[in-house]
T-cell receptor
Framework: AQTVTQSQPEMSVQEAETVTLSCTYDTSESNYYLFWYKQPPSRQMILVIRQEAYKQQNATENRFSVNFQKAAKSFSLKISDSQLGDTAMYFCAFMKHTGTASKLTFGTGTRLQVTL | GAVVSQHPSRVICKSGTSVKIECRSLDFQATTMFWYRQFPKKSLMLMATSNEGSKATYEQGVEKDKFLINHASLTLSTLTVTSAHPEDSSFYIC????????????FGPGTRLTVT
């Protein structure tokens, strides 16, 4: 079974600063996806970024980028130029690449607070 | 992007009664739907996976007779909490996957269930 670990329950960052959220995972699979989801106070889950394990290049979406270290099974999220609207719970998630049977395994989450 | 709705967004019911939560994919056909439960300040726990026209597959520890899932059409899945008790109070989230890539999963806004 896959496990996803987020070791930082809470983090705080000042507006315009950069913050990195950590995530490690454990799997014996070689082909999989990794995700970061954001859950703001509205509770709506929002996909932030996705990484395919077979791709060596780190995924980037505007101010959000990942540092994917496959050998170390590490998948951290960097948020640049933090904004107040980034305040949310952030969940790291894993999915095997097995078609329609694929399901997400979530980490425990990191609560990020962006302050003025 | 694809939209998933849930109804109701909030529901309060008395202990011993049953309550039904609907999950609809509004602009795509959802071949697979997932039901999650989220406790306060906790991660999402997958309860079950349902494929249209098939019986749902429940995760270990989830009572299938208590949490009835029906995926009768490609746009609608329902979760019925039968004989609800206060410990069933939680936030329930559905997500849906269409016929495109396996990693494309869209989340509903969630339903807060309170059992008194």
């Amino acid at each position: 079974a896959q496990t996803v670990t987020q070791s930082q329950p809470e983090m705080s960052v000042q507006e315009a600063e950069t913050v990195t959220l950590s995530c490690t995972y454990d799997t014996s699979e070689s082909n999989y996806y990794l995700f970061w989801y954001k859950q703001p106070p509205s509770r709506q889950m929002i996909l932030v970024i996705r990484q395919e394990a077979y791709k060596q290049q780190n995924a980037t979406e505007n101010r959000f980028s990942v540092n994917f270290q496959k050998a170390a099974k590490s998948f951290s999220l960097k948020i640049s130029d933090s904004q107040l609207g980034d305040t949310a719970m952030y969940f790291c998630a894993f999915m095997k690449h097995t078609g329609t049977a694929s399901k997400l395994t979530f980490g425990t989450g990191t609560r990020l607070q962006v302050t003025l | 992007g694809a939209v998933v709705s849930q109804h109701p967004s909030r529901v309060i019911c008395k202990s011993g009664t049953s309550v039904k939560i609907e999950c609809r994919s509004l602009d795509f056909q959802a071949t697979t739907m997932f039901w999650y439960r989220q406790f306060p300040k906790k991660s999402l726990m997958l309860m079950a996976t349902s494929n249209e026209g098939s019986k749902a597959t429940y995760e270990q520890g989830v009572e299938k007779d208590k949490f009835l899932i029906n995926h009768a059409s490609l746009t609608l899945s329902t979760l019925t909490v039968t004989s609800a008790h206060p410990e069933d109070s939680s936030f329930y989230i559905c997500s849906a996957r269409g016929t495109s890539a396996a990693y494309e999963q869209y989340f509903g806004p969630g339903t807060r269930l309170t059992v008194t």
